[in-house]
């Protein structure tokens, strides 16, 4: 059974940061693509960045270019998402999701229906 779990989110002020984990089990996870989402409250799920399976490649929504980054660590299954600068408007749900995907088209790491395995949120909130 997949599983991926994840960690680190809080409750911070504006320009503070923030790193959040997911751990992942019950698959390859050097074979997936890990990608983060969120969702603030009546909002819909958005991408926020994602990165191939061997980490040689990332892919970023513009609203958090030069703010976060994302990392994985192959043997411990983890993915890590930080995020520096915060702005209130990154208060959300983060999720992290797994995808077999690995191919050329940027687009489509920021797709939903790319992820397969999805896991069940970190809440993050930014006070101004």
């Known amino acids: 059974q997949v599983q991926l779990v994840e960690s680190g989110g809080g409750l911070v002020q504006a320009g503070g940061s923030l790193r959040l984990s997911c751990a992942a089990s019950?698959?390859?996870?050097?074979?997936?693509?890990m990608g983060w989402f969120r969702q603030a409250p009546g909002k819909e799920r958005e991408f926020v960045v994602a990165?191939?399976?061997?980490?040689?490649?990332?892919f970023f929504a513009d609203s958090v270019k030069g703010r976060f980054t994302i990392s994985r660590d192959n043997a411990k299954n983890t993915v890590y998402l930080q995020m520096n600068s915060l702005k209130p408007e990154d208060t959300a749900l983060y999720y992290c999701?797994?995808?077999?995907?690995?191919?050329?088209?940027?687009?489509?790491?920021?797709?939903?229906?790319?992820?397969?395995?999805w896991g069940q949120g970190t809440q993050v909130t930014v006070s101004s």
């Open positions: 999701a797994a995808a077999r995907y690995s191919g050329s088209n940027g687009n489509t790491y920021s797709s939903y229906p790319t992820y397969t395995y």
């Open positions: 019950g698959l390859t996870f050097s074979s997936y693509t």
């Open positions: 990165i191939t399976w061997s980490g040689g490649r990332t």
